[in-house]
């Protein structure tokens, strides 16, 4: 960032950055980057079919062919809006192709979330308002941790994972790639939770889901 020294104060230039995604997860992405006020927000992309020109008073830049451009004139910092209440292929998918265009997506946690120094957490991440995470969890890349989620001591949770609001996680878990635990789940201490597979709303994890299953109920169990 570059300072400016002038009228006895410092400005610091805030770095500019593009927004994917206009739905109401990217509504909640930039009240997060108003709160810790280091970005300036230059525009959002969108694939929706869209008659507005602008998304909270941000201009709407077009799809995502415009993102090269952006890079050609130095703005090389990208966040994700994309949430994904069914699944995260969506958000996934658009995650890669934007790191291969070349932008570096970069992680925004409200200030409210209460984070423990031992946490290891990756790029692209999106933590909501009220979130805990204990003592030595590892986080990977393009996760979201939705209001009021916790995770216990030691978890590991993958990349491209989407926690949502008031789920519990308890030590030791082990989340893989792409999961999805929904609304108010719980997850009890050393499971693992399997690649792709979805935890529905209010079940309650206590053995361990296999890769691509889903699981319902009080014990948690597979939907056939």
């Given at each position: 960032?570059?300072?400016?020294?002038?009228?006895?104060?410092?400005?610091?230039?805030?770095?500019?950055?593009?927004?994917i995604?206009?739905?109401?997860?990217a509504?909640?992405?930039?009240?997060?980057?108003?709160r810790?006020?280091?970005?300036?927000?230059?525009?959002?992309?969108?694939?929706?079919?869209?008659?507005?020109?602008?998304?909270?008073?941000y201009p709407?830049?077009?799809?995502?062919?415009?993102?090269?451009?952006?890079?050609?004139?130095?703005?090389?910092?990208?966040?994700?809006?994309?949430?994904?209440?069914?699944?995260?292929?969506?958000?996934?998918?658009?995650?890669?192709?934007?790191?291969?265009?070349?932008?570096?997506?970069i992680?925004?946690v409200?200030?409210?979330?209460?984070?423990?120094?031992?946490?290891?957490?990756?790029?692209?991440?999106?933590?909501?308002?009220?979130?805990?995470?204990?003592?030595?969890v590892?986080?990977?890349?393009?996760?979201?941790?939705?209001?009021?989620?916790?995770?216990d001591?030691?978890?590991?949770?993958?990349?491209?994972?989407?926690?949502?609001?008031?789920?519990?996680?308890?030590?030791?878990?082990?989340?893989?790639?792409?999961?999805?635990?929904?609304?108010?789940?719980?997850?009890?201490s050393?499971?693992?939770?399997?690649?792709?597979?979805?935890?529905?709303a209010?079940?309650?994890?206590?053995?361990?889901?296999?890769?691509?299953?889903?699981v319902?109920?009080?014990?948690?169990?597979?939907?056939?």
């Amino acid at each position: 960032m570059q300072k400016f020294e002038g009228f006895g104060e410092i400005m610091v230039e805030k770095e500019k950055i593009v927004l994917i995604g206009d739905g109401g997860h990217a509504r909640l992405v930039l009240d997060i980057l108003d709160r810790i006020d280091l970005y300036k927000v230059v525009g959002v992309t969108t694939d929706k079919i869209t008659f507005k020109d602008n998304f909270c008073g941000y201009p709407i830049l077009g799809n995502d062919n415009v993102l090269s451009g952006l890079i050609s004139k130095g703005i090389r910092k990208a966040v994700l809006g994309l949430g994904g209440f069914r699944d995260n292929k969506l958000r996934r998918s658009v995650y890669k192709r934007v790191k291969d265009i070349g932008f570096e997506i970069i992680s925004v946690v409200h200030p409210s979330a209460v984070i423990s120094k031992s946490v290891i957490l990756g790029e692209a991440n999106v933590i909501f308002p009220g979130v805990i995470i204990n003592n030595d969890v590892c986080i990977g890349d393009n996760v979201i941790l939705a209001t009021g989620s916790t995770i216990d001591h030691e978890t590991v949770i993958g990349d491209h994972v989407l926690v949502s609001a008031g789920v519990t996680v308890g030590a030791c878990v082990k989340i893989a790639e792409g999961a999805l635990l929904a609304l108010g789940s719980k997850v009890t201490s050393g499971i693992k939770i399997g690649k792709d597979s979805l935890v529905a709303a209010g079940a309650v994890v206590v053995e361990d889901v296999e890769d691509g299953s889903r699981v319902f109920g009080v014990p948690a169990r597979p939907k056939h």
